[in-house]
C-alpha cells in the first residue's frame, strides 16, 4: 500500500486554475478539478491509495513501493516537470504538465524512452469528493471515462488499458525515443465529451507560454533562479479568469505533524495576495497586479464594512469549515478540513496590507482606478472607528481577542498611506484629520506595545510575549532601522523565538502550560517570518549575517525550488500547506533587498 511522500518529495504543476501534486516516485496524489477549491479526484495525499491517485512509472514487483526517480527537474524557466528513472533495464522519461487552460482542464503525462527498453506501468485510481465516491468508468469508443454526479474526466492514451480493482491499468514497454501521452480531461457530466488531446502540440504551447511569461522578470540578480521560481509558483497559484491568489493549493497539511493544525489554504487571503502583488510589481508583473486591484474591487464591492480577511477564488464570502471524516489526514494528522472558519475573523492588518498594496500599484504606475481611490478611503473610515478595538490578529488565533501591535502598526499602514495618498492630489480627502489619526495610533503603539525594560515590542498590549511580526515595523516604515526600539525588538526575537539553526517561529504557543492561541500542540519554524528577519537585519546593517540566513533559508527548498508554509525542526523537514505563497514572496524580497545591499559572494 502507498502512502503519501513527504512533502518536499512533492512537485507542483497547474494550468492557473487548479493544480496538482507529484510525488518524486511519479504518483499524483492531490489534483482538484476544475478548480482550486472544487473537491479532489486524487486524495492519497490526505488518506490512502483508497482516497485516489494516478501512478506513472517502470514497473516494480508487487507489494513494494515505487522507486524514486533517479533525477527530477523542470525544464528551464517553466512548469513542465521532467522525471527520469535509470533502471537496470535502461532509462526513461516522465514529462508532466497541465496546459494553460482553453478549454478543459488536462493533465498530460508523456513518457519518453531514453536508453534500453523499460517496461512502464500506469494506475489510475479516480475517486471524486475527496476519495469518498466511486465513479463509473466505462469505454466510450477508444477513451474511458469516469462518472460521478456533475463531473466526469476522460482518459486518452494509445495504449491498450484494463479495468481492474477498480482502477484502470496500462502495461508498455518504451525503447529509444518512443513517447507514449496519457491525457486527463475534466467535463460536467451533462456536456458532451470533451476534445481529442493533441499532447505534443499541448507541451509545446506550454514551455512557450511560460518562457514568455518569465521573460518579463525584470531581476537580474546572483538569486535569480530563485527568484524566477517562486515567481513561476506565484503565477501558478493565481486563478487566471478572476486575478484571485491562494496560498497554496492543498488543504490540511499539517502545520504539526499528527496534530490538528491543519487548515484549508485554497482560498484568496486579503493578507497574502495583497504582498504577492508587491513582489510581483517590484519583478515588472503589472498584468498580474492589475487583474488582482479589479478582483478586490470585485470582492469587496460596496461593503468595505464588511471586509473578509479571506474570499473564495472569485470572491465567494461564504467558505463556511466543515471536517472529511472518512480521510485519515496525511501522517495521521487530523481532521482533515475543507472551508475555512477564519473567514469571518476581524484582523485589522488586512486593512494595512490592502492599502499598501494599493499604494504601491498607485507609485509603481499601474493606471489610475478611481473606484480603488474610493475604496481606500472607505477604508480608512471604517479604521478610524475601529482601530482601537482588540482582534484576532495576523495569525488568526482562535483564542481570545487582544490589542496585538503588528495590527496596530498596520492600522497606522493603513492612515499613512492614505495621508500620502491625498497629499499626492490623487484624491480628497480629510487630510488634516488623518494626519492627526497616524500620530495618535503611532503614540498608542509605541507607549502601550513597548516593553522598555527588555527594549522591544511586544505581541500585544500589556503583554511579555513577543512576535515575529514585529520585524515588519521598520519594512513598514513605522520606525526607522536604526532606531533602538527596533534593533532592540530584532535582538530579542533572535534570542526568544529563533530555533538552534536561527529560523524563526512566530510566537511562543505556550506559556506556564497554557496555550496562547487557542490551539493544542506546537508548530515549526514559519519561513516567511525567518526571511523577515534577514530583511531587517540587512536593514540595520548586519548584511553579511543576512545573507548567511538567507542561504540557509534557501537552502531548505526542496530540489525543485519550493517551500512549505514552515520548517519542522526537530524532524528536518517541511510542514504545512504546499507550496506556500507566503514562504516565496518574502524570498522574492530579501532576494531584492539583498541584491541591493550588495551582499552575494562573488
Same mark, same amino acid.
Given at each position: 500500500m502507498h502512502v503519501a511522500g513527504r512533502i518536499e518529495d512533492y512537485a507542483l504543476i497547474g494550468d492557473m486554475q487548479t493544480a496538482a501534486l507529484v510525488c518524486n516516485n511519479g504518483t499524483v496524489d492531490w489534483l482538484c478539478l476544475p478548480r482550486f477549491d472544487s473537491p479532489a479526484i486524487f486524495a492519497g495525499l490526505l488518506g490512502t491509495d483508497e482516497h485516489g491517485f494516478w501512478r506513472l512509472a517502470p514497473a516494480y514487483r508487487n507489494g513494494t513501493e515505487p522507486p524514486a526517480a533517479t533525477r527530477r527537474r523542470y525544464r528551464g524557466d517553466s512548469l513542465v516537470l521532467e522525471s527520469e528513472w535509470d533502471t537496470w533495464r535502461g532509462t526513461v522519461r516522465v514529462i508532466d504538465f497541465m496546459p494553460p487552460r482553453d478549454g478543459a482542464p488536462q493533465l498530460v503525462r508523456i513518457v519518453e524512452g531514453v536508453s534500453g527498453r523499460v517496461p512502464m506501468y500506469?494506475?489510475?485510481?479516480?475517486?471524486?469528493?475527496?476519495g469518498q465516491v466511486t465513479p463509473w468508468v466505462h469505454k466510450v469508443g477508444d477513451r474511458t471515462v469516469a462518472v460521478a454526479g456533475p463531473d466526469s474526466v476522460w482518459l486518452d492514451t494509445e495504449v491498450d488499458t484494463y479495468g481492474k480493482d477498480l482502477?484502470?491499468?496500462?502495461?508498455?514497454?518504451?525503447?529509444?525515443?518512443?513517447?507514449v501521452a496519457f491525457t486527463i480531461s475534466w467535463e460536467p457530466s451533462h456536456k458532451p465529451q470533451p476534445s481529442l488531446p493533441e499532447p505534443e502540440v499541448a507541451l509545446i504551447n506550454t514551455e512557450a507560454f511560460w518562457r514568455e511569461w518569465v521573460r518579463q522578470c525584470t531581476y537580474?540578480?546572483?538569486?535569480?533562479? %530563485?527568484?524566477?521560481?517562486?515567481?513561476?509558483?506565484?503565477?501558478?497559484?493565481?486563478?487566471?479568469p478572476t486575478g484571485g491568489i491562494v496560498a497554496a493549493p492543498t488543504t490540511s497539511l499539517p502545520?504539526?505533524?499528527?496534530?490538528?493544525?491543519?487548515?484549508?489554504?485554497?482560498?484568496?487571503?486579503?493578507?497574502?495576495?495583497?504582498?504577492?502583488?508587491?513582489?510581483?510589481?517590484r519583478t515588472g508583473y503589472r498584468?498580474?497586479?492589475?487583474?488582482?486591484?479589479?478582483?478586490?474591487?470585485?470582492?469587496? %464591492?460596496?461593503?468595505?464594512?464588511?471586509?473578509?480577511?479571506?474570499?473564495?477564488?472569485?470572491?465567494?464570502?461564504?467558505?463556511?469549515?466543515n471536517e472529511l471524516h472518512w480521510l485519515p489526514g496525511y501522517e495521521n494528522s487530523r481532521p482533515?478540513?475543507?472551508?475555512?472558519?477564519?473567514?469571518?475573523?476581524?484582523?485589522?492588518?488586512?486593512?494595512?496590507?490592502?492599502?499598501?498594496?494599493?499604494?504601491?500599484?498607485?507609485?509603481?504606475?499601474? %493606471?489610475?482606478?478611481?473606484?480603488?481611490? #474610493? !475604496?481606500?478611503?472607505?477604508?480608512?473610515?471604517?479604521?478610524?472607528?475601529?482601530?482601537?478595538?482588540?482582534?484576532?490578529?495576523i495569525w488568526e488565533v482562535r483564542g481570545p481577542r487582544r490589542h496585538f501591535v503588528h495590527s496596530k502598526v498596520m492600522a497606522w499602514v493603513a492612515v499613512d498611506r492614505t495621508v500620502k495618498l491625498i497629499e499626492s492630489g490623487e484624491v480628497d480627502g480629510p487630510l488634516e484629520r488623518l494626519t492627526?489619526?497616524?500620530?495618535?495610533?503611532? +503614540?498608542?503603539?509605541?507607549?502601550?506595545?513597548?516593553?522598555?525594560?527588555?527594549?522591544?515590542?511586544?505581541?500585544?498590549?500589556?503583554?511579555?510575549?513577543?512576535?515575529?511580526?514585529?520585524?515588519? #515595523?521598520?519594512?513598514?516604515g513605522f520606525l526607522p532601522p536604526d532606531d533602538k526600539r527596533v534593533i532592540g525588538t530584532i535582538e530579542a526575537i533572535q534570542r526568544e523565538l529563533s530555533t538552534p539553526d536561527g529560523f524563526v517561529l512566530r510566537y511562543p504557543t505556550s506559556s506556564g502550560g497554557e496555550n496562547l492561541d487557542g490551539l493544542p500542540g506546537d508548530e515549526g519554524a514559519f519561513l516567511a517570518c525567518s526571511f523577515w528577519l534577514a530583511d531587517?537585519?540587512?536593514?540595520?546593517?548586519?548584511?553579511?549575517?543576512?545573507?548567511?540566513?538567507?542561504?540557509?533559508?534557501?537552502?531548505?527548498?526542496?530540489? !525543485?525550488?519550493? !517551500?512549505?508554509?514552515?520548517?519542522?525542526?526537530? +524532524?528536518?523537514?517541511?510542514?504545512?500547506?504546499?507550496?506556500?505563497?507566503?514562504?516565496?514572496?518574502?524570498? #522574492?524580497?530579501?532576494?531584492?533587498?539583498?541584491?541591493?545591499a550588495g551582499a552575494f559572494r562573488a
Amino acid at each position: 500500500m502507498h502512502v503519501a511522500g513527504r512533502i518536499e518529495d512533492y512537485a507542483l504543476i497547474g494550468d492557473m486554475q487548479t493544480a496538482a501534486l507529484v510525488c518524486n516516485n511519479g504518483t499524483v496524489d492531490w489534483l482538484c478539478l476544475p478548480r482550486f477549491d472544487s473537491p479532489a479526484i486524487f486524495a492519497g495525499l490526505l488518506g490512502t491509495d483508497e482516497h485516489g491517485f494516478w501512478r506513472l512509472a517502470p514497473a516494480y514487483r508487487n507489494g513494494t513501493e515505487p522507486p524514486a526517480a533517479t533525477r527530477r527537474r523542470y525544464r528551464g524557466d517553466s512548469l513542465v516537470l521532467e522525471s527520469e528513472w535509470d533502471t537496470w533495464r535502461g532509462t526513461v522519461r516522465v514529462i508532466d504538465f497541465m496546459p494553460p487552460r482553453d478549454g478543459a482542464p488536462q493533465l498530460v503525462r508523456i513518457v519518453e524512452g531514453v536508453s534500453g527498453r523499460v517496461p512502464m506501468y500506469s494506475a489510475l485510481r479516480m475517486r471524486f469528493a475527496y476519495g469518498q465516491v466511486t465513479p463509473w468508468v466505462h469505454k466510450v469508443g477508444d477513451r474511458t471515462v469516469a462518472v460521478a454526479g456533475p463531473d466526469s474526466v476522460w482518459l486518452d492514451t494509445e495504449v491498450d488499458t484494463y479495468g481492474k480493482d477498480l482502477t484502470t491499468y496500462s502495461e508498455f514497454t518504451v525503447g529509444p525515443g518512443d513517447r507514449v501521452a496519457f491525457t486527463i480531461s475534466w467535463e460536467p457530466s451533462h456536456k458532451p465529451q470533451p476534445s481529442l488531446p493533441e499532447p505534443e502540440v499541448a507541451l509545446i504551447n506550454t514551455e512557450a507560454f511560460w518562457r514568455e511569461w518569465v521573460r518579463q522578470c525584470t531581476y537580474t540578480g546572483p538569486y535569480r533562479e %530563485a527568484v524566477v521560481r517562486s515567481l513561476i509558483t506565484l503565477k501558478a497559484l493565481t486563478y487566471a479568469p478572476t486575478g484571485g491568489i491562494v496560498a497554496a493549493p492543498t488543504t490540511s497539511l499539517p502545520e504539526d505533524i499528527g496534530g490538528v493544525r491543519n487548515w484549508d489554504y485554497r482560498f484568496t487571503w486579503l493578507r497574502d495576495a495583497a504582498i504577492t502583488l508587491s513582489s510581483l510589481l517590484r519583478t515588472g508583473y503589472r498584468d498580474e497586479a492589475r487583474a488582482w486591484r479589479e478582483w478586490l474591487l470585485r470582492a469587496v %464591492a460596496g461593503d468595505p464594512e464588511n471586509l473578509q480577511i479571506m474570499y473564495g477564488i472569485a470572491g465567494e464570502r461564504e467558505l463556511g469549515e466543515n471536517e472529511l471524516h472518512w480521510l485519515p489526514g496525511y501522517e495521521n494528522s487530523r481532521p482533515v478540513r475543507i472551508g475555512n472558519g477564519a473567514a469571518h475573523q476581524l484582523q485589522l492588518d488586512v486593512y494595512g496590507e490592502v492599502t499598501e498594496a494599493l499604494h504601491l500599484g498607485h507609485m509603481t504606475g499601474l %493606471a489610475r482606478n478611481d473606484y480603488a481611490s #474610493i !475604496l481606500q478611503l472607505k477604508l480608512i473610515r471604517y479604521l478610524e472607528k475601529h482601530w482601537t478595538e482588540p482582534d484576532e490578529g495576523i495569525w488568526e488565533v482562535r483564542g481570545p481577542r487582544r490589542h496585538f501591535v503588528h495590527s496596530k502598526v498596520m492600522a497606522w499602514v493603513a492612515v499613512d498611506r492614505t495621508v500620502k495618498l491625498i497629499e499626492s492630489g490623487e484624491v480628497d480627502g480629510p487630510l488634516e484629520r488623518l494626519t492627526d489619526l497616524r500620530e495618535e495610533i503611532h +503614540r498608542d503603539v509605541c507607549e502601550k506595545g513597548f516593553d522598555k525594560e527588555r527594549n522591544t515590542f511586544t505581541q500585544s498590549y500589556g503583554s511579555r510575549e513577543l512576535d515575529a511580526s514585529l520585524l515588519l #515595523i521598520p519594512q513598514m516604515g513605522f520606525l526607522p532601522p536604526d532606531d533602538k526600539r527596533v534593533i532592540g525588538t530584532i535582538e530579542a526575537i533572535q534570542r526568544e523565538l529563533s530555533t538552534p539553526d536561527g529560523f524563526v517561529l512566530r510566537y511562543p504557543t505556550s506559556s506556564g502550560g497554557e496555550n496562547l492561541d487557542g490551539l493544542p500542540g506546537d508548530e515549526g519554524a514559519f519561513l516567511a517570518c525567518s526571511f523577515w528577519l534577514a530583511d531587517d537585519l540587512a536593514m540595520i546593517g548586519r548584511v553579511e549575517e543576512a545573507r548567511r540566513l538567507f542561504e540557509k533559508l534557501l537552502a531548505l527548498r526542496n530540489d !525543485l525550488g519550493l !517551500l512549505a508554509e514552515e520548517w519542522d525542526p526537530r +524532524r528536518r523537514r517541511q510542514v504545512g500547506n504546499f507550496p506556500q505563497a507566503f514562504s516565496h514572496v518574502p524570498l #522574492i524580497d530579501t532576494a531584492l533587498r539583498l541584491t541591493a545591499a550588495g551582499a552575494f559572494r562573488a
